[in-house]
């Protein structure tokens, strides 16, 4: 079963605005990353965040930690019909070589950016 | 091309035949991992491989599956007597272990399996 929980399951913006998705996880992490999935496709790496950073910027997105809630949020800023997509985080215990680097992924969210 | 290929990427069989899937990570990558995902789901988590060790299996992997790496570089993963329950897509991911411990998982684009 999934760990991970995201909110919204879906959203719906025009082109422009800012999409903002909610991730929560349950146990203790290294990192969270972000991916993003077209349909029927793969997933492309957003961002990483570490467990001990609060905050970061790529580019568009800005992605925020808090690890005492166990919460995290993605921003898409000034979004453009391209960002179509469904976003996944992805939380990752990272806790020694050999229990793996293993990603739990949320069940994402349907974003749609409307031109 | 130098990204993670997988091969094929859509396969259609019939209950109880065997597949087998083939995943080419990015050259100097010596983590390569497996996930299954559902429709509306995000990826599960299967087993992963660092070099040509199998390091973790998921519970999600039953005796029917099984995966193998043999000199560290691709990998395949074979489902026997496929069941409808088989039916997904599924995904290969491969990654860079870093001296600090994290590293940066790269998904191919996948295998959609149905099973009729």
């Known amino acids: 079963s999934q760990q991970g929980e995201e909110d919204p399951q879906a959203l719906s913006i025009q082109e422009g605005e800012n999409a903002t998705m909610n991730c929560s996880y349950k146990?203790?992490?290294?990192?969270l990353q972000w991916y993003r999935q077209n349909s029927g496709r793969g997933l492309v790496h957003l961002i990483l965040?570490?467990?001990?950073?609060r905050e970061k910027h790529s580019g568009r997105l800005r992605v925020t930690l808090d690890t005492s809630k166990k919460s995290s949020s993605l921003l898409i800023t000034a979004s453009r019909a391209a960002d179509t997509a469904s976003y996944f985080c992805?939380?990752?215990?990272?806790?020694?070589?050999?229990?793996?680097?293993?990603?739990?992924f949320g069940e994402g969210t349907q974003l749609t950016v409307n031109p | 091309d130098t990204g993670v290929s997988q091969n094929p990427r859509h396969k259609i069989t019939k209950r109880g035949q065997n597949v087998t899937f083939r995943c080419d990570p990015i050259?100097?990558?010596?983590?390569l991992y497996w996930y299954r995902q559902t429709l509306g789901q995000g990826p599960e988590f299967l087993t992963y491989?660092?070099?040509?060790?199998?390091?973790?299996k998921s519970r999600l992997l039953s005796d029917r599956f099984s995966a193998e790496r043999p000199k560290g570089s691709f990998s395949t993963l074979e489902i026997q007597r496929t069941e409808q329950g088989d039916s997904a897509m599924y995904l290969c991911?491969?990654?860079?272990?870093?001296?600090?411990?994290?590293?940066?998982?790269?998904f191919g684009p996948g295998t959609r399996l149905t099973v009729l």
């Open positions: 050259s100097e990558h010596n983590r």
């Open positions: 991911a491969s990654s860079l272990l870093a001296t600090w411990g994290i590293d940066t998982q790269y």
């Open positions: 992805a939380s990752s215990g990272g806790l020694g070589e050999t229990s793996g680097s293993r990603l739990t």
């Open positions: 965040i570490r467990s001990n950073e």
């Open positions: 146990t203790s992490i290294n990192n």
């Open positions: 491989f660092q070099n040509e060790a199998q390091l973790e």
